[in-house]
């Protein structure tokens, strides 16, 4: 499976972004696709994820500012981040799960600064 992450980029905080990744190659075989970030010298940290049946789950930072959404028909998962603040600022990478292996695309920067 192969991921392609785009939407990243500079915003004012309380703004709004989307951020989407298309996965390709053996995309039937996916159980999960999400969302994680992170910060240089800081780990990799969960921001949000989403399962085959659609059944969320966020980060408990991001919660009732950030929505996941995943369209089948287009092998794509969307991050629409919304109220966005300073410390969102992250390299936000997305991932598909195929029966426990991860993979990974490349990452996209988003930067929430005034």
């Known amino acids: 499976v192969q991921l392609q992450a785009s939407g990243g980029g500079l915003v004012q905080p309380g703004e709004s972004l989307r951020l989407s990744c298309a996965a390709s190659?053996?995309?039937?075989?996916?159980?999960?696709m999400g969302w994680y970030r992170q910060v240089p010298g800081k780990q990799r940290e969960l921001v949000a994820l989403?399962?085959?049946?659609?059944?969320?789950n966020y980060a408990d930072s991001v919660k009732g500012r950030f929505t996941i959404s995943r369209d089948d028909a287009k092998n794509t998962v969307y991050l629409l981040m919304s109220r966005l603040r300073p410390e969102d600022t992250a390299i936000y990478y997305c991932?598909?799960?195929?029966?426990?292996?991860?993979?990974w695309g490349q990452g996209t920067l988003v930067t929430v600064s005034s």
């Open positions: 190659g053996s995309t039937a075989r996916i159980n999960v």
């Open positions: 989403v399962t085959n049946g659609g059944s969320p």
């Open positions: 991932t598909a799960v195929i029966w426990g292996s991860s993979y």
